[in-house]
């Protein structure tokens, strides 16, 4: 099936197989792999996405049925060298540890801090409770995701 998505503003266009995981077609055809494949199970977020804004799981949806969305991944949080402020605050927080989970925990940072800007400790843990850390960084994590909605230093 022919599919035609944008990611990061970028519109692609390809022929995959309607069995495809998203995460797959964002990795293997569109050659992002800033979005990790953690567990091919839905439970440890390393492939979270957002799609058309909404914070997604790329290895819960095919990637016929993000046909005509709009995607973004990590790559394209940034501003060219400019860091987007929740990977600024993962950096100055040092919430980063391995890396593997990085990527899906700042994209499911965002997320929350778009739905509620200024979130309690407590608020943090529980909206981020599907992305897993392995390296049990939960402490900078949380401290990061606080730091950036308190407008941490850029």
Known sequence: MEISVTINGTTHTHDVEPRTLLV????????????????????CGACTIHINGESVKSCTVFAV?????????????????????????????HALQCGYCTPGMVMAAVSLLDENPDP??????????????????????????LHCAAGGEQ
């Open 24 to 43: 797959h077609y964002i990795r293997d055809v569109v050659g992002l792999t800033g979005t990790n494949i953690g567990c091919d199970t839905s439970s």
């Open 65 to 93: 049925q993000a046909d005509g969305d709009d995607l973004l991944t990590i790559e394209g949080l940034a501003e060219g060298e400019t860091l987007h402020p929740m990977q600024e605050s993962f950096r100055q927080c």
């Open 120 to 145: 309690t400790d407590r608020e943090v843990r529980l909206g981020l409770e599907g992305n897993l850390c392995r390296c049990t960084g939960y402490h900078n994590i949380v401290k990061a995701v």
